[in-house]
């Protein structure tokens, strides 16, 4: 019986990594630690979280706040693209954020990329975020086959 256990569980891994496929775009962040851009397995997409790093440079971007976010919001676009399909996709959003201040501004350039019906979304204040940012953001994606 443990064996046949063994065997089963083995089976479904096997065939869960056989759907899995890895996304990856030059025109988004290139991953800093070891994670994928974004992982599918069938119509869903996970989108790791993005940093304002300027995907030539791999620097964090010039300017205020509303720089970086915009920033942020182009790297997700871009990788939701590559996956192939866009920000309209999204069906869950998680935004990270060292002072929650700036949830205004969020919501602003947030706007700018996304269309109603809006995504779910949470808006959490974390001490800190890679790289000393101060937003990341990651989403999960039901593209339409």
Known sequence: MFIAYLEIKHNVKLGVMNMKKIIHTDTAPKAIG???????????????????????????????????????????????????????????VSIFLTDLGNFAEVNE?????????????????VASLPKDVDIEVEAILAIKM
Do not use: C, W
């Open 34 to 92: 070891t994670y994928s851009q974004a992982v599918s397995i069938e119509n869903l997409t996970f989108i790791s979280g993005q940093i304002p790093l300027d995907p030539e440079t791999m620097n964090i971007v010039d300017g205020n706040f509303k720089n970086r976010a915009h920033r942020v919001f182009k790297n997700l676009s871009n990788i939701a693209k590559a996956a192939g399909g866009s920000l309209d996709d999204a069906i869950k």
């Open 109 to 125: 350039v947030m706007a700018q990329y996304f269309q109603e019906p809006y995504p779910a979304r949470a808006a959490i204040g």
